[in-house]
């Protein structure tokens, strides 16, 4: 998985930690919204539904997003 989201574009660091959430026990989602019209819809209602930052899967405390 980590290779896979490095052809992403993800920073290694960030991948590996995704990758040790996964391993432990967590779900990734990826969402892709080209216009960003509803980015932030569907960002609430992982939050809503239980969606965990990474860092808090991981050991730390920022949501990460694609986001910016």
């Known amino acids: 998985y980590v290779n896979l989201l490095r052809r992403m574009g993800v920073p290694a ?7 040790a959430g996964m391993k432990g ?13 509803r980015a932030d819809e569907a960002l609430s209602l992982m939050r809503k539904h239980g969606a965990v930052r990474l860092d808090d899967a991981t050991g730390a405390g920022q949501l990460q997003s694609e986001r910016h």
């Open 13 to 19: 660091a960030q991948a590996e930690k995704f990758y």
């Open 25 to 37: 026990g967590h779900v990734m989602v990826i969402a892709r919204d080209p216009s960003g019209a």
